[in-house]
């Protein structure tokens, strides 16, 4: 069946679109600027597995934790080094994007200088057969995304509804100014917005990485579907940039059965325009995305 | 006789003068954060590549080259001129891919991937330019003339429209002022100039493929617009010499070319992060980046 194997890939590569985007907007709402590195911190998360499993041995889950929690950590010190110091100077959003692109050509190009510029392999798991699901043909790999990527949105939901922290991340990503008048120390809770939202980009660097491979450009790709997918649903808005980027899954994955396969990004990008035109602040965005 | 290493050298400066000027009129002027503006570049270098294969002499395709990237310079402010700041600045780093996908999958005018080779070195009224030497003299014509004009044009009162433009676009309305149609004009100079330097850019190499029209190009521009400084011509000239000459030095450590590739990226990254950190004005820039 050709409809369900359809909706089997967008729902697949929607979940990892959706990691990538749900980071991406966890930071944006608390920090209002595009961290457009995010990208290539998802590239580092990859990487980061490849150098603990394949190269040096390390079991599998041992290595998949160590990647996740350095690619966190990467995520606040990108903010300490380069964004607060900018911040405090008052620079503007359009410079804190133009560093952040700065940042993903320098450490794309280091991964490249590291690792060469040829594809790698994980290696953790052998070519599995797909099973037969309502007629679409799905590996047990692509079950395991799909199952991590929702139980990931859960967790990240009742984080940030039920514990303090998550409360507090909301305030300052509702009205910062008021947050620090209450008392939330505003830089500790970007620091953990992007420690968090890093972690979750070295998830999806780990699924992409075992579903995909691994090749140092592929950064730019990722954060551009992510981004894309936060702006169809809300930027500001968690599970609106997560429910978008399941839409431009299935709007890829059907696009391109009427379209050649080469015209996949140029979709996402089709996309991204009309949102940013005619629905700035997304399908479910509470507050206005483009600043007047 | 100038040796043929710093030929190469100077023809590309001057090209990249040309597209650094040119965006600086969107970028610095305008206030328009224009991430797009290889697009126009590739768009000029594959027009004119097919004209001139297509039998069109070279003067001709050279002007079309212009106006093909002017004309869509008119659609991307006509799409995005109501986004500002980081908005415009990533939905014109859209368009940017768009056009690179286009170039990559319209085989059958592009040649996809394979790229377009044997380009003809240019022939102006039977005047044939040959040598590399002749081609640096036509390309520093150009520049003198493209550079000139838009000189001319930033200092007229129309500059100084663009230039409020940036400043209060609120204000400027009040003022009975269109500024729609400003930044349209703003913008297709901007490509018009890069269209030509794409043609420049085309007919020197001889031979064009999709990946040079992408993210790493993008971010060579800007960074010299940036480290030259907005709204500063005599900046962005400055910094093309500084930021083409300055990974030349790598050339001399004899280092394989799958490590000078992406030495000479990280040297654009620092440059770029580090002006902005510390000397965010860049060599003589008049305005911040907003």
Redesign the interface.
Known sequence: MVITQLIANSLIIGSIYALVACGFSLIYSTNK??H?AHGVTVVIGGYLLYTFFTLLHLPFYLASIVSVILTGLFGVLSYRV?YL??KN?G?????????S??????F???I??VF??DIKTIGYLDVAKGMDIFGASVTPLQIVIFIIAVVLFVVLYLFMSKTKLGRNMRAVADNSELARIIGINDKRISDYSFFIGSCLAGVAGILVALEQNLFPAMG?GLI?KG?TGAIIGGINFIPGAILGSFILGVAENFGIWYL?S??K??IA??L??LF??FK?NGLFGIKK???E | MISPYILNILIFICIYIILAVSLNVAIGYTGL?NLGHVAFFGIGAYTSALLTKAGVPYIVALICAGVFAAILGFLLIL??Y??????L???TL??N??IY??M??MIFLTNGPLGIAGIAKPSIFGLAIKTNFSYFIFVAVICTISVSIIYFLMRSPFGRLLEATRDDEIGLRVLGKNTFALKSKAMVISAFFAGIAGSLFAHYITYIDPTSFT??EV?LI?TIV?VGGLASIKGSIIAAFVILIVPEALRFVALPS??LG??R??I???I??II??FR?RGISGRV???
Do not use: H, W
């Not at chain 1, 692109?101 to 320098?106: A, F, Q, S």
């Not at chain 2, 109501?82 to 908005?87: E, H």
């Open positions: 600027f595009m457009f380069i110091p900018l100077k620079s503007s959003n359009a410079i804190l994007l133009m560093a692109i700065g940042i993903v050509i320098l794309e190009n280091v490249q200088l060469g510029a730019l551009i981004f050649p080469g015209y990004d140029a990008f089709g991204l325009f940013l035109l700035p995305g483009v600043k | 954060l799409a995005t109501r986004l500002k700041g980081d908005y600045a990533l939905a859209g368009f891919f768009v996908s286009l990559l999958n993210l790493p971010i800007v940036i799958s490590i992406p030495t990226q990280i654009y990254a620092l770029l992060i902005l950190m965010p911040d980046l907003k």
